[in-house]
């Protein structure tokens, strides 16, 4: 063999040598050889360190973390069917929802559930908590009154922290605030927000855009017969949208309204008095884009004030004693229908000025002007002993005072035969008095005006009839 040739076979022999450890080491026939790494499947969504705290008679906290970014949503109810829920869109790894409008002594069952961007979704297991009982009230009793039978009554001497005033011509003398009561508080309460409006249609349809509630921070709250919208503020407002045909589509909650109402947190006053409050619970007939209600308590009112109070009240037989304070309510971008104003006020200044059954609220309109004394119904007492008492307005919202009033003794006792509201008819001392008081009895009852009449016919009858024989 030639040098040559032996050349050519050695780099031949060397080639195959260097393929070898390719071969032995090349994937099996069929197999990928890409270079990338493939890895197929997800990591599961995952709620954990589920706790409820900030349990009182009607709230609880509810808290929880996920292993990555998701939504908020708790079903709660009195049994494992739970009924309600509520829900936040935005998305985050620690996750907190309120429970508001529970009932105190009760065990709620609930559950948390979360939903990542994917749509994978995490559920836990039922939970349970229950909420705390309010410890009993004990209420005061009324302390007996000079010439009152024992407290209560609009009728005896009364004492309070007022004295005469002068006054004014033709009007009935009016309480005597004292100087140093110079007290006015105000809050605005933001009434809806971007993206919520209810019968700007005129059919009743509401819309709650989720994105505007979560920037305003309010919670809402589907329940299967509503939707509760609270707006929280310092403080806030509750709306309750009623109707059973609503939707959650394209981030909005949809759907016809049969009726719709909002109540207003307490608004707290601390006042020479003591400590007051003061709430709003109306009819909302429209919302049409956001407003808010401008509340004010007042504790000196102005003598005009005063005056409009004692017009309606002496219109009605009644002499004002006492003005505890009036609370205010002027409306921007916000209608309002029937309402229901709630007073709070220490029991010993009622105890005071005439008892329970001397408190009325009244109401001066701020489009007309006109005078009303409300239906004011005694609501017991609260958790701090206070008085509870609540004024039915059927024409909505304006100023309305919370005053006491006693009966015109003084004129009753000069006039027996004049009769007062509140007064106990005492007027049949004399012929006269007899005869006014048949008279206002035949015209309250018409009918009885007719039995009289026929009786008057049968006696003269019967009489002429005998003289005949």
């Known amino acids: 063999m030639t040098a040559k040739k032996k050349s050519l076979v050695f780099i031949i022999f060397f080639c195959c040598l260097l393929t070898v450890p390719v071969f032995l080491s090349g994937p099996a026939a069929g197999a990928v050889t890409s270079g990338a790494v493939a890895i197929s499947g997800t990591i599961p969504l995952v709620t ?19 292993n990555e970014n998701a939504n908020s949503t708790v079903a709660y109810g009195t049994t494992t069917s739970y009924g309600s829920l ?26 948390v559930i979360s939903f990542d961007p994917a749509g994978n979704r995490a559920v836990s297991t039922d939970l349970t908590f229950t909420t ?18 024992g ?105 016809p309204v049969s009726r719709a109402e909002f109540v207003t947190d307490p608004m707290n006053a601390t006042l020479a008095l003591g400590n007051v409050s003061g709430s709003v619970h109306a009819a909302l007939p429209a919302l049409i884009q956001p407003g808010y209600l401008n509340i004010t308590i007042t504790e000196k009112l102005s003598t005009d004030t005063l005056n409009q109070f004692q017009s309606i009240l002496g219109d009605n037989g009644l002499q004002l004693t006492s003005a505890a304070y009036s609370l205010n309510v002027e409306k921007v971008n916000v209608t309002t229908g029937p309402a229901n104003i709630t007073f709070t006020i220490p029991a010993s200044w009622v105890n005071q000025n005439g008892g329970k059954d001397a408190v009325i609220v009244t109401r001066i309109s701020d489009e007309t002007g ?58 049949m001392v004399t012929n006269l008095g007899m005869f006014g008081w048949l008279a206002e009895i035949i015209l309250e009852y018409p009918v009885l005006l007719i039995g009289v009449i026929a009786l008057l016919a049968v006696i003269v009858y019967f009489g002429w009839w005998k003289r005949k024989l």
Not at 86 to 102: A, P, Q, V
């Open 151 to 255: 407290g209560g009554g609009r009728y005896g001497t009364f004492t309070g922290l007022f004295g005469p005033q002068q006054q004014q011509p033709g009007q009935p003398e009016l309480p005597q605030q004292l100087p140093s009561q110079n007290i006015q508080i105000f809050q605005r309460y933001p009434v809806g927000f971007q993206g919520l409006q209810y019968n700007a249609d005129g059919y009743g349809t509401l819309i709650v855009g989720i994105e505007g509630a979560q920037t305003a921070g309010a919670r809402v709250t589907v329940f299967p017969d509503r939707v509760e919208i609270y707006q929280h503020h310092s403080p806030g407002v509750l709306f309750t949208f009623w109707g059973y045909n609503l939707t959650i589509n394209n981030g909005n909650i949809t759907g």
């Open 132 to 149: 705390t009982s309010p410890s009993p009230t004990v209420v005061p009793t009324p302390s007996g009154r000079a010439g009152g039978g």
């Open 48 to 66: 954990y360190n589920v706790s409820v705290s900030g349990i009182d008679w009607t709230n609880a906290i509810v808290t929880w973390q996920t």
């Open 370 to 427: 006109k005078q009303e004394l409300l239906d004011t119904v005694y609501g017991g007492l609260d958790t701090q002993g206070n008085m509870i008492f609540r004024g039915d307005s059927p024409n909505g919202t304006s100023l309305f005072g919370l005053v006491t009033a006693e009966a015109y003794a003084a004129e009753q006792k000069a006039n027996p035969n004049v009769t007062y509201v509140g007064v106990s008819r005492s007027s």
């Open 86 to 111: 509520i829900t936040n869109g935005g998305m985050t790894g620690s996750h907190t929802i309120s429970l508001y409008n529970l009932t105190p002594g009760t065990v709620y069952h609930y559950i």
